[in-house]
């Protein structure tokens, strides 16, 4: 009787398991592909531009410097230029001024609209849509509209007024004292949307339950108000009032759209100075020291914002 030997079923190798440390390498790597675009991106659009502009507020850069490119270093001379000039003083205060009363009214008459639209009643969704239009026309076409409408002989405002006897001849944007407070207005019309949406979203993380606990123990609407909406929507004013400001600060096109800076400079601002002193009378050395001068201000409130944003995380 014969036996068969049967020869053994060979197996697939088992596969080798990675090294730790190519593993590792491999997604330090894969990071790295995603960060390095967004550097570069950043160093040659923003870098690049900003370290330009500080060169350039050191420099004598004329019209002629494009044609023979010579831009040779004055040291301090455009900074004492502008510092020394009336209208960098008077630009500074109204900057101010319209950023501080644009904030205050966008901010305020955001909230409230938050607030408001917070009850169920009905179109509240559709009210909600329509008072976004603000926020979606270009900034110029509401310069444009709102100039024809504070017309002091065919606006729509004067005739309004006068049809309620309450005078219908005032000077909205050619009155050195109306003029500020007119630009005002117009940016808190346009800035109240942005406003009430972040804000609205921050009321809507609120627990309801702590609301049906304040009605419970008979707390008013302003101590829940003040004592439960106001601590938790801390964060989301910081953000509101902070990106409020670093857009509101630099303005340009809306107020070149109502008064072009005028009248007599009343609404001259950090924003428009930077324009004509570049554009306008081509001293872009100047221009170069009005716009260090905006982003130095906006970088501290950028730093104000991440720092108070690693606060409330902490």
Do not use: C
């Not at 205050?104 to 009850?119: D, N, P, R, S």
């Amino acid at each position: 009787m014969s036996t068969t030997t049967t020869a053994p079923v060979a197996r697939p190798a088992a596969a080798t398991p990675a090294k730790p440390r190519d593993t590792r390498r491999r997604r330090k790597l894969s990071q790295w592909g995603f960060i390095v675009p967004a550097v570069l991106f950043m160093l040659l659009f923003f870098g690049y531009p900003l370290v330009r502009n500080v060169v350039m507020s050191f420099q004598d850069f004329s019209p002629s410097t494009f044609f023979d490119g010579k831009s040779p270093f004055n040291g301090t001379d455009n900074w004492s230029k502008v510092f020394q000039d009336d209208l960098f003083g008077k630009a500074l205060w109204h900057t101010i001024v319209f950023t501080i009363g644009s904030l205050i009214g966008q901010f305020g008459i955001g909230l409230a609209l938050a607030v408001f639209f917070t009850k169920r009643f009905p179109l509240n969704g559709v009210l909600r849509s329509l008072i976004l239009l603000p926020w979606l026309v270009p900034m110029v076409v509401s310069g444009i509209v709102w100039r024809r409408i504070l017309d002091q002989d065919t606006g729509v405002l004067n005739s309004f007024l006068d049809t309620l006897g309450l005078g219908g001849s005032t000077p909205w944007l050619t009155s050195p004292s109306m003029a500020l407070f007119s630009v005002i207005m117009v940016n808190i019309w346009i800035g109240i949307p942005f406003n009430m949406v972040i804000l609205y979203g921050g009321l809507q993380e609120i627990p309801k339950e702590l609301y049906e606990a304040a009605s419970l123990d008979g707390a008013s609407a302003w101590r829940t108000f003040r004592s439960i909406t106001l601590p938790l929507l801390k964060p989301v004013i910081t953000v509101v009032l902070v990106l409020g400001f670093m857009s509101t600060v630099k303005i340009l096109d809306l107020i070149l759209a109502l008064t072009d800076g005028g009248p007599a400079d009343s609404t001259q601002t950090l924003g428009t100075l930077t324009y004509q002193n570049s554009f306008v009378q081509l001293d872009f050395g100047a221009g170069a020291v009005v716009g260090n001068v905006l982003i130095l201000v906006s970088a501290v409130f950028a730093v104000f914002y991440l720092r108070a944003n690693r606060t409330e995380g902490k």
